[in-house]
Structures are given as C-alpha cells and as structure tokens.
C-alpha cells in the first residue's frame, strides 16, 4: 500500500561554484541522501540524470557517478533501460532492516553504557528536545529524522566507527520504510521514550537498556504499516481463452 510519488523537486539544492570535481560529487550526494532520508524525495520517485545535472549544473558522468554511489548504498535503485528512482522496500526488505537495527542496537548496549559520559547524555537529551519540538508543530520529516539521528548517536557513544556506519545505513533505509508504508507520524518515536533509555543508560543499567532497545524497536515496527505481499489474482478469462485458443489450434 503505497502512495503515488511526485516528480522530483530539489528545490534551492545545488552543488557549490568553486569546488573540485571530487568536493562537488561529495556536495551533490550530500543533498541527495538528505533529500532522500529526511523524504523529500519520496520512494518511487524518478531521478533522470538530464534533471539532475541541470540542476546542479554539472554533467550526467558526475550524477551517474552518484546514484551508483546511492545504488551501493540502497536508497536508489538503478534498472537498465529505466534509469533511477528512490528505492521502495519490499515488506520483507523492511523487516529485515528492522531485524538487523535490533541486534546492532542491542548488541552495542554494553559498550555504550560502560563509555557513556554526562556529557554525551546531555547531547542526546538535546535531540531528545528537537525531536518534541518537531511532534509538537507535526514536522513529520524532522521527527523522523531526529528520530534516527538519536539512535546513531547513541550507538556512537560506544566509539565503534564500523557499528556506526552500519547503523547510519540501517537507519537511512528505515526511513524509506516509514515513507512508503507509514500513516502519517507513524514511525518515529515517543520522545518521552527516548528520555527513558537515557534513564537507564545513566544509571548503568545494562539489562534494562537492552530489554528497552528490544522491545522499543518492535514498537516502532508495529507503528509502521507493513502489509503482507500476496501474488496477484491470476486473468482466469485469459488464461482459459488461451487454452481454448490452442486446443482449437491443434484440432
């Protein structure tokens, strides 16, 4: 059950006068994966490579250059002889998103309750903050989006670069997932519950941090509606035309 997608509008986006070829590739992924993420780019819309380098005013080699970088990363999907669009997850591709965000998350509890520093708890407070400022005026693009960057920043306390990469990929996927199949504000999380994983971590409550990350993941999955794919009802008319059509054929 997905929504119609509009075309693409990148608005004032551009890549900066000045830069070198590889700062302005850089400059130009930058925009679209936050397009993409905070879902201004919608799943399904079109991205021609003709638009793109008018509007950021370089040239199809460069944009080809970063869509296959986005390609790599799955937030794009490139099909030969139908050129690029903003990925659309399938129900199983975001439930095994969902799946891996659970043990990632849960798994680094215990290095990020031993590293965690008052510090550090106050930055996520402030997110934690950001994120109720935007529920409060129905900011469905930056609730989500400090949603996920509340959950990379807590993997990040436990300073392992390699799990907060691969959480920043898991989380830019999960916001397709909510784009395509949530209802409105559906997916992004209850600030209040936030508060309450800070809670734990300050206490040092490793057991209760990780049972909270476990159980608060499957909440936010339920919260976005996955329905199940089923194959589409076979043409009976058709296909028995078609075999009459060949039994008479054959006679």
């Known amino acids: ?3 119609k997608r509009s075309s693409i509008d990148l608005g004032p986006m551009q890549a900066e006068e000045g830069m ?14 936050l397009a993409i993420v905070e879902n201004h780019l919608e799943p399904g819309t079109k991205l021609p490579e003709d638009t793109l380098a008018e509007a950021f005013a370089v040239s199809r080699t460069s944009i080809r250059k970063v869509l296959q970088r986005l390609a790599y990363e799955r937030l794009v999907d490139i099909r030969l002889n139908r050129g690029a669009t903003v990925a659309q997850p399938t129900v199983k591709e975001a439930r095994d ?12 509890i215990p290095q ?19 994120e109720h400022e ?21 993997a990040r306390i436990a300073d392992n670069e390699t799990i907060a990469e691969l959480l920043t990929g898991l989380v830019s996927r999960s916001s397709l ?39 608060h993941l499957k909440d936010v999955e339920r919260s976005v509606v996955l ?22 054929s054959d006679r």
């Open 1 to 3: 059950m997905t929504r």
């Open 20 to 33: 070198s070829g590889s700062g302005r590739d850089e400059a130009i992924y930058r925009n679209l994966y």
């Open 97 to 108: 998103i969902f799946a891996a965000r659970r043990i990632v998350e849960c798994g680094v």
């Open 112 to 130: 990020v309750v031993a590293k965690a520093t008052p510090a550090r708890l106050d930055a996520l407070r402030d997110i934690v903050r950001r």
């Open 134 to 154: 935007a529920e409060a005026r129905r900011d469905r693009r930056e609730a989500i989006f400090l949603s996920g960057e509340f959950h990379v920043e807590l």
């Open 177 to 215: 997932v909510i784009a395509t199949y949530g209802a409105p504000m559906a997916g992004s999380c209850r600030h209040s519950e936030h508060h309450d994983v800070i809670d734990l971590i300050a206490s040092g409550d490793v057991e209760g941090a990780r049972a909270w990350m476990e159980r």
């Open 227 to 248: 329905v199940e794919e089923t194959p589409s009802a076979p043409d009976l008319r058709k296909i028995l035309d078609e075999v009459a059509r060949r039994h008479r």
